[in-house]
């Protein structure tokens, strides 16, 4: 795993707990051409951040996902 795939888990954990991890593998597969979320890097941030926003506010509402997104994003 990345660093960068590490430190995203990280932030991930607090807001998703134990499905942090497989929440952010549908992400980075689903939305970013098949990308592994381990193999992340900081130029891919942006757009995981964009679609952890998307999808995040489905469960946990716009303002709790729209901090976590920008947590992942200045990760840069």
């Known amino acids: 795993m990345t660093d960068t795939a590490q430190k995203v888990l990280a932030i991930a ?3 998703l707990g134990p499905g ?4 952010l ?3 980075t597969k689903g939305h970013m051409d098949n990308q592994e979320f ?3 890097e900081p130029f891919h941030l942006e757009k995981l951040a964009f679609w952890v926003n998307v999808s995040a506010k489905l469960t946990m509402g716009k303002d709790k996902a729209a ?3 920008r947590k992942i ?3 840069k």
């Open 67 to 69: 901090e976590f997104a």
């Open 20 to 23: 942090a991890e497989k929440f």
């Open 13 to 15: 954990a607090e807001y």
């Open 73 to 75: 994003n200045e990760l």
């Open 25 to 27: 593998d549908r992400q």
């Open 38 to 40: 381990e193999l992340i």
